[in-house]
């Protein structure tokens, strides 16, 4: 620190003779020791990559300095060569990618593509620390490893850094991670204003360089045909249709509950769209918005991919569809074969390959696309004719005729049967004309020589034990086993029946998906079972597509750790993630409050699993019936005003840092009771409408408009990302208004 | 457009207004520590400056303006309706706070963190919105606060030469008005609160004393600061006080004059010259957050403290700080500030507070006071416990609450006004404590944290969804207006010379008939 020396000499040279001898003395002292103080930093820590190291390999080692920079207030320095004398040393990388591990080489243990360490090691005489791993992207996660090791907790939000300091100790580390669950897949985009689709770019790749930091290595952007993330022309029909949120829009200005968490705008939007009037306009930030994405994937080594529905077209294109009843979404805005359409019809295997090709021309980087099997009722009558299609190609006869698949749906409503079945011959027409699109040769050839690969989601537990012999050789399987957790779990026996030898398969985790919507649903104790299952049955991975990620913090941080620690139960990964951040007395109070989400989860699991769905009529319904207030909504609420409880003793507790949290999962939890405190009053309001009794209606619907405000409130008070802001948006509109509206007129 | 012309009568009914506000707002020295003749002096010097540059300044010099009323003493004509862009003479965007603009001598001063360790006074002219001065500080380490709490909590004060502005980390600070350039400064210890509630007490000022109550759960302190200097002039611990916020008020009644101080179980009145206890009515509840209103020789009080008689505060850290819920405190479940008074209350050393230890280790044994909720009238003056002798009026209430922990009351012609969560309001007679009306709404759903205001015949409610409710004055609930001003809104507005100045959560906006 030459230049700060000189610096230093300089104050006392000057200082006026009339200072006394002692006094200037002690003056030169306390100056001495300020400079002194202020020269010497944290300790010294030298990171080392290699000269041609990757562009992950170098981004792993300046991940390292930012993290040990703000750990230990390090003094850190990233080269190419191990210096002569250095503080600390880590060095990056294997030994085929950082001459500086060449010695290391004989004992290097083999790594997969997806092993990494961290590993104390003596390289002569000096004592150096290795992160490094199978592949540039597994070196990153030993990067991120490091960071672990040392407190730093990763959450979707952010990072939790320790709230204790922490000791600079870099011996005696000897960790190894092998994935247990190969494939670990974050969806993104959808078309949900309570989801992903609501978040700006700049979100996106926060949340994308946390899931990084999760060791997440597959991201899909999922679109749906309504969405202005294609532009194609298909036989002279051009594309026209391009909105978000099927175009809806939420206004949020004027009294509008919860309002400050939208910062003075007067609509709730993405970011991205602000301004974009035309389709063109749309077209084109929606397809920069995507790229972006993409190239911050690939940049982060995660693996990207597209999610579509190919049966789904913009309506514009009725015109190109056979028949007269073509299917329609509410909006009116896509379009998908009717019963007129025949599975076989080469113009809409045309029609489902232009599609195709314009999304691979517009996103040409990316390595595989989901497609989404779809249900069409109105191809149930060809269900049969599908199944002999499959049939001589797989012998899928022998392993279960086209009657068995159909009598083993069962229910206690004979309508709901006769729906499934309808639904279950729509799929079975589907699967053959999918196996018909992806045995087409060079489908997923792009221009630049690389071909993506196909898997196929949405499909049917009945089929599990049929996957060999519905898809084609290569084309993997994205499964479901219900839409919440629960369920999911009471199912997972159906797990064991996939030939995952043979076809690759991910469990889709029904994790704070839109259908689950707005109140916070969690069961660590059903996550943990389906991944013991996962792992048991040999699958290859899971998929998490959530809307509302508010409270995923930890179920995606004990998935990220579980995928390379089978032996980790979720209350020792709550444990694991908290007590370094929040202190361990805190980690048993979330754990008593994630508890209590568990049985309102089941509450709502047994008797009303859309009840937090988003639909115009999501709050209004409830005040057209005159049934009485359903006991369980009271158990929920005390549930979850329960739950809120103990995250404010967390937060009371969490002195020194990551207060974030816990205040926001106190307040999460403080909307949900509110808002079934909304739901009960509107029910009463209801019955003493149906009664004629004005006066306990009015005042109801007051309860009931003021329950609302303070549950949007509570979570503006913590929002923190666009989902949380799309849920007031949505519940302004769906629920705040019309009941101002309706309190207002009488 | 020129705003109303100063005249003679409008400055003699400001002069006419109550004793109580003229000597808070210490137009003029009356300090018996000065010569006549400097007196004088001064008070010419100020008055030809006060004359010369704006004569027909109105001010509103701390908290809630005149004695912490929230009352204007003008008559000048104020909008019903507004929003950000409609009445707005001018507004400026600033860092976030929750503290109240001041205005003095046609100035106004507001504080902001202007960023994240940096704490910001600043200096605008108040007719025009051009900006004067500027001042910024390090804050250092920021303490733990919790929201709606801003960091940049405190209302600053005024005497027309100073501005006395307090901040957790740095003190109390004297600017110079004119130019904002620092006085003095003096340390004053940071409060603790078991809850983390954070700092939020005011200073005001009277007779050249700068008066601060820092009422926290460690060391509650009542100081005085001499306003030229910041010399200590005196400081009374009040250690049977737990964390609050009531700002203290003056009094003059029988006599003589009180500086009367609002805390857990206690209405205090303070000698100001000595700041020796004269009275005390024992009448109020364990948390007091809300601040007095004092006309006539009179003192009025609405609080709410959470649960019945008997919730004394072992109850609120049973149920907030013992994390592990086994009933007992160990040090670790509290705040460092509080361990060195932890193991004072481990009487038996056996690791953990329980029991009567519990009872009196942050309460005083003297004052186990619980929660609930009342107004009142209590009569001014007076030595020793008043409770038998001077309360007028107490309504006390366990169901169907109409006052607020947090908001003040109003009291505004022969009307006491309260609002709360929710926009239900009240209404009661000063004189019999008779309701008016009780828990009306004023169609304003959400959070109040500012306390209500008045002026020119009508009473402004500031929501915390940025929504301003305007009400009629009068012992009818009459809803003029409900104004938007677009962000969330927790100080107090301030009122002079027929402008509102409205502090919301980022900016401040002036709004006024005269803007076009």
Redesign the interface.
């Known amino acids: 620190m030459p230049s700060l020396f000189f610096k230093t000499v300089f104050p006392w040279q000057t200082l006026p003779a009339s200072v006394p001898t002692l006094s200037r003395q002690l003056l030169l002292v306390t100056i001495g020791l300020l400079f002194a103080t202020q020269a010497v930093a944290g300790p010294r820590v030298d990171v080392v990559v290699g000269p041609k190291a990757t562009a992950l390999e170098r981004f792993a080692a300046s991940e390292v300095a930012v993290q040990f920079k703000k750990l230990f207030d390090a003094d850190v320095k990233v080269s190419e060569q191990v210096p002569a004398e250095a503080g600390s040393l880590i060095l990056i990388g294997s030994p085929t990618t950082n001459p500086a591990l060449q010695p290391l080489a004989a004992t290097w243990p083999k790594l997969s593509d997806q092993g990494h360490l961290i590993r104390s090691v003596k390289l002569g005489d000096r004592k150096v620390l290795v992160a490094g791993g199978g592949s540039p992207v597994a070196t990153l996660w030993a990067a991120y490893e490091l960071g672990h090791h040392f407190g730093i907790r990763y959450a979707l939000y952010g990072d939790m850094y320790p709230g204790e300091p922490v000791e600079l100790k870099l011996d005696g580390i000897d960790i190894l991670l092998e994935p247990t669950l190969r494939s670990r897949t974050w969806w993104t985009i959808g078309n949900s204003p309570i989801g992903p689709e609501s978040w700006g770019q700049a979100d996106q790749e926060q949340l994308l360089k946390q899931l990084a930091k999760l060791k997440f290595n597959r991201v899909v952007l999922w679109f749906d045909a309504s969405q202005p993330y294609l532009d194609f022309e298909f036989k002279g029909v051009k594309k026209q249709t391009g909105v978000v949120w099927r175009g809806e829009r939420f206004p949020v200005?004027?009294?509008t509950?919860g309002?400050?968490a939208f910062?003075?705008a007067k609509f709730f939007e993405n970011p991205d769209f602000t301004n974009k009037k035309t389709y063109g306009e749309r077209v084109a930030a929606a397809t920069l918005r995507a790229r972006g994405i993409i190239e911050t994937c690939r940049k982060l080594g995660m693996s990207p991919g597209l999610g579509i529905e190919p049966l789904e077209f913009p309506r514009e294109f009725a015109s190109v569809l056979s028949g007269g009843d073509k299917e329609k979404d509410l909006q009116l805005l896509t379009v998908s074969p009717g019963t007129g359409q025949k599975i076989d019809d080469a113009r809409l295997m045309e029609l489902v390959q232009a599609q195709l090709q314009a999304y691979l021309k517009t996103y040409p980087n990316v390595d595989f696309i989901s497609l989404t099997l779809p249900a069409p009722v109105g191809w149930a009558n060809q269900a049969e004719t599908a199944w002999k299609e499959l049939d001589p190609q797989t012998r899928l006869g022998k392993s279960k005729t086209f009657e068995n698949l159909t009598t083993i749906l069962d229910s206690p409503s004979p309508a709901v049967v006769d729906a499934k079945v309808k639904m279950l011959k729509g799929k079975i027409a589907s699967l053959a004309f999918f196996k018909r699109l992806l045995t087409t040769k060079d489908l997923g050839l792009v221009a630049d020589g690389h071909t993506v690969k196909f898997e196929v989601n949405g499909i049917f537990p009945v089929f599990f034990p049929l996957l060999d012999k519905v898809l084609p050789p290569g084309v993997a399987a994205r499964n479901s086993l219900d839409l919440n957790l629960l369920p999911a779990t009471e199912k997972r026996s159906l797990m064991k029946g996939v030939p995952t030898e043979r076809v690759a398969s991910s469990l889709s985790l029904p994790l704070a998906h839109e259908v689950v919507g707005v109140l916070p649903q969690m069961s660590g104790s059903a996550l943990k079972s389906l991944v013991d299952e996962l792992r048991e049955s040999g699958w290859n991975g899971f998929e998490l597509n959530c809307s509302t990620i508010g409270e995923m913090d930890f179920n995606a941080y004990y998935l990220s750790r579980a995928s390379f620690q089978s032996e980790l139960n979720t209350q020792q990964a709550l444990t694991m993630m908290l007590a370094p951040t929040l202190g361990e007395?805190?980690a048993?109070?979330t754990w008593k409050a994630f508890e209590e989400i568990e049985q309102v989860t089941a509450l709502i699991d047994k008797n009303d699993f859309f009840i937090g769905a988003p639909h115009k009529n999501m709050v209004m319904q409830y005040y057209q019936s005159s049934e009485p207030v359903p006991e369980w909504w009271g158990k929920a609420q005390e549930l979850y005003f329960s739950a809120m409880?103990e995250m404010?003793?967390?937060n009371?507790?969490a002195?020194e840092g990551n207060r974030e949290f816990s205040?926001y999962l106190a307040r999460r939890f403080e909307f949900a009771g509110e808002y079934l405190g909304c739901l009960m009053a509107v029910r009463r309001a209801g019955i003493a409408k149906s009664k004629g009794d004005t006066e306990t209606q009015m005042a109801e619907l007051?309860k009931a408009?003021?329950s609302l405000?303070s549950a949007l409130?509570a979570l503006a008070?913590v929002a923190r990302s666009n989902s949380d802001r799309g849920v007031i948006a949505v519940l302004n509109e769906y629920g705040y208004r019309p009941l101002k509206k309706e309190l207002e007129a009488e | 457009m020129p705003f109303r012309l100063a005249t003679a009568s409008a400055f003699r009914s400001r002069s006419d207004q109550r004793l109580s506000h003229r000597d808070t707002d210490m137009r003029g020295s009356r300090t018996q520590q000065h010569g006549f003749s400097e007196v004088l002096l001064r008070t010419c010097l100020l008055a030809g400056l006060f004359f010369s540059t704006q004569l027909n300044a109105e001010d509103w010099r701390q908290f809630r303006g005149p004695n912490a009323s929230g009352v204007a003493p003008g008559k000048y004509p104020l909008p019903v309706e507004f929003s950000t862009t409609d009445k707005v003479k001018w507004s400026v965007k600033l860092g976030d706070s929750v503290a109240c603009p001041i205005i003095a001598g046609g100035r106004v001063f507001v504080t902001a963190m202007t960023a994240p360790e940096k704490f910001g006074v600043l200096c605008f002219e108040a007719g025009t919105g051009k900006p004067l001065w500027t001042r910024e500080f390090d804050t250092g380490k920021l303490p733990?606060i919790t929201?709606?709490n801003s960091q940049a909590s405190s209302t600053p004060a005024t005497d027309g030469n100073r501005v006395y502005v307090y901040f957790s980390t740095l003190g109390m600070l004297a600017l110079d008005v004119a130019d904002g350039k620092t006085a003095w400064q003096k340390p004053v210890p940071q409060p603790a609160y078991l809850?983390?509630w954070g700092a939020a007490s005011s200073p005001i000022v009277y007779h050249n004393m700068v008066f601060f109550n820092q009422d926290d759960d460690l060391n509650p302190v009542l100081y005085a600061f001499d306003a030229a200097t910041g010399v200590e002039r005196w400081k009374t611990e009040r250690p049977e006080m737990l964390g609050g916020y009531a700002i203290p008020v003056i009094c003059e009644a029988n006599g003589q004059t009180d500086l009367v101080v609002a805390g857990t179980g206690m209405l205090k009145g303070y000698d100001p010259e000595t700041g020796k206890e004269r009275w005390n009515c024992n009448t109020l509840l364990r948390t007091i957050m809300t601040s007095p209103v004092v006309r006539d020789g009179v003192i009025y009080l609405a609080n709410q403290s959470y649960g019945d008689e008997k919730r004394t505060l072992k109850y609120a850290l049973l149920?907030?700080?013992?994390?592990?819920?086994n009933g007992k405190m160990e040090r670790?479940?509290l705040?460092?500030e509080f361990w060195k008074r932890f193991d004072l209350s481990d009487k038996d050393h056996n690791g953990v507070i329980e029991g009567d230890e519990l009872d009196t280790a942050f309460q005083s044994s003297q004052n186990q006071v619980g929660g609930g909720s009342n107004i009142q009238a209590i009569k001014g003056g007076g030595t020793g416990n008043v409770t038998a002798t001077n309360v007028l009026w107490l309504n006390n209430y366990k169901l169907k609450i109409p006052a607020s922990n947090l908001v003040s009351p109003l009291v505004v012609g022969d009307e006491l006004f309260v609002v709360k969560k929710?926009g239900l309001s009240s209404s009661f007679d000063i004189k019999t404590g008779k309701s008016n009306w009780e828990l009306a709404?004023i169609k304003?759903?959400?959070?109040y944290y500012a306390s209500p205001v008045a002026g020119d015949g009508k009473i402004y409610v500031v929501g915390?969804?940025?929504?301003v409710v305007v009400l009629e004055q009068g012992p009818k609930l009459n809803v003029l207006a409900k104004n938007?001003m677009?962000?969330?809104c927790v100080a107090t507005p301030a009122i002079a010379d027929g402008r509102i100045f409205i502090r919301t959560?980022e900016h401040l906006y002036c709004i006024s008939e005269e803007a076009k």
């Open positions: 200005d004027g009294d509950g309002r400050t910062h003075g007395a805190s048993g109070r409880n404010y003793r967390v009371t507790r002195r205040l007051e408009v003021e405000n409130n008070a | 733990r929201p709606p809850m983390d149920e907030w700080l013992d994390t592990d819920q670790t479940e705040p460092k929710g709404r304003n759903i959400g959070d915390e969804n940025g929504f938007d677009g962000e969330s959560r």
